[in-house]
T-cell receptor, first 112, second 116 residues
Framework: KQEVTQIPAALSVPEGENLVLNCSFT??????LQWFRQDPGKGLTSLLL?????REQTSGRLNASLDKSSGRSTLYIAASQPGDSATYLC???????????FGDGTTLTVKP | ETGVTQSPTHLIKTRGQQVTLRCSSQ?????VSWYQQALGQGPQFIFQ???????GRGNFPPRFSGLQFPNYSSELNVNALELDDSALYLC???????????????FGPGTRLTVL
């Protein structure tokens, strides 16, 4: 059974700081990994998707990496802004592209 | 905007009642997944449909059931509501064919269900 853990549960940083969010998983037989952000009371917005055969993806100030051997993924946010404040969730899709297992998220606060 | 819509936005029901939640996927998206998200937790996978057939299910009892229609809409039905069913219910759609872009899940804004 896949288990996904995100540490820390909450993070507060000053504006402009570079930061890394962590996601660990127990079963390396994944189809893909997707990072999302969720604003309070809202749905999820897709940030980056990494296929099982890939090591990283980049979009603007965001970079996500995947290391299946260690069961880890990281989301790097460069030059953080107050608008980046949200909960960030990672999700592993299982090997047959069916079930997605989510972590409980890291709530990020970027202070002006 | 993801192009995925859900209705209603909010819903209040009493224990024992039945509820139907609706989702409209992006045109051409053959896969729809439903999730339950309790406060402060990540979404929990309920089930997934591909071209109107269920092709994956999480650890939810049979009173959670679904339908997917040819017009890219879908439903989540919950019978015999319990207090613990109170949550945000999210649907997500994807193309469902190979390739990274096809596999990206696009989420709707969710339906907030409160069971009293």
């Amino acid at each position: 059974k896949q288990e996904v853990t995100q540490i820390p549960a909450a993070l507060s940083v000053p504006e402009g700081e570079n930061l890394v969010l962590n996601c660990s998983f127990t079963d390396s037989a994944i189809y893909n990994l997707q990072w999302f952000r969720q604003d309070p009371g809202k749905g999820l917005t897709s940030l980056l998707l990494i296929q099982s055969s890939q090591r990283e993806q980049t979009s603007g100030r965001l970079n996500a990496s995947l290391d299946k051997s260690s069961g880890r993924s990281t989301l790097y946010i460069a030059a953080s802004q107050p608008g980046d404040s949200a909960t960030y969730l990672c999700a592993m899709r299982d090997a047959n592209a069916g079930k997605s297992t989510f972590g409980d998220g890291t709530t990020l606060t970027v202070k002006p | 905007e993801t192009g995925v819509t859900q209705s209603p936005t909010h819903l209040i029901k009493t224990r024992g009642q039945q509820v139907t939640l609706r989702c409209s996927s992006q045109s051409g998206h053959n896969t729809v997944s439903w999730y339950q998200q309790a406060l402060g937790q990540g979404p929990q996978f309920i089930f997934q449909y591909y071209r109107e057939e269920e092709n994956g299910r999480g650890n939810f009892p049979p009173r959670f059931s679904g339908l997917q229609f040819p017009n890219y809409s879908s439903e989540l039905n919950v019978n015999a509501l319990e207090l613990d069913d109170s949550a945000l219910y999210l649907c997500a759609s994807s193309l469902g064919t190979s390739g990274w872009e096809a596999d990206t899940q696009y989420f709707g804004p969710g339906t907030r269900l409160t069971v009293l």
